[in-house]
């Protein structure tokens, strides 16, 4: 069975750092670009990084360039989200995607609070 698996979400301060973690498994890896997105309440959901198959290219949606990066060991089969100096309106479930040029997978979301 294909899995994806996000993990790493909770609540943190304004300013402050999460991790997130997608762990997949029932699929060859690395041959899918991995994407992290995010829906907040009353809103789409939006695309706001992307990493290609072999990890040599990258992409981050402007509300979050800078302040995040994405990375990939395909050994462990494991795509990393760092998110630094987190905003309220980071506020969100995040959900990782897997795509090929045939197909595509979903994540479980996991959720992300930023309050003080």
């Known amino acids: 069975d294909v899995q994806l698996q996000a993990s790493g979400g909770g609540l943190v301060q304004p300013g402050g750092s999460l991790r997130l973690s997608c762990e997949a498994s029932?699929?060859?890896?690395?041959?899918?670009?991995i994407g992290w997105f995010r829906q907040a309440p009353g809103k789409e959901r939006e695309g706001i990084s992307c990493?290609?198959?072999?990890?040599?290219?990258?992409y981050y949606a402007d509300s979050v360039k800078g302040r995040f990066t994405i990375s990939r060991d395909n050994a462990k089969n494991t795509v990393n989200l760092q998110m630094n100096s987190l905003k309220p309106e980071d506020t969100a479930v995040y959900y990782c995607?897997?795509?090929?040029?045939?197909?595509?997978?979903w994540g479980q979301g996991t959720q992300v609070t930023v309050s003080s």
């Open positions: 029932g699929f060859i890896f690395d041959d899918y670009a």
């Open positions: 995607n897997a795509r090929s040029v045939f197909t595509g997978y």
């Open positions: 990493i290609s198959s072999k990890g040599g290219s990258t």
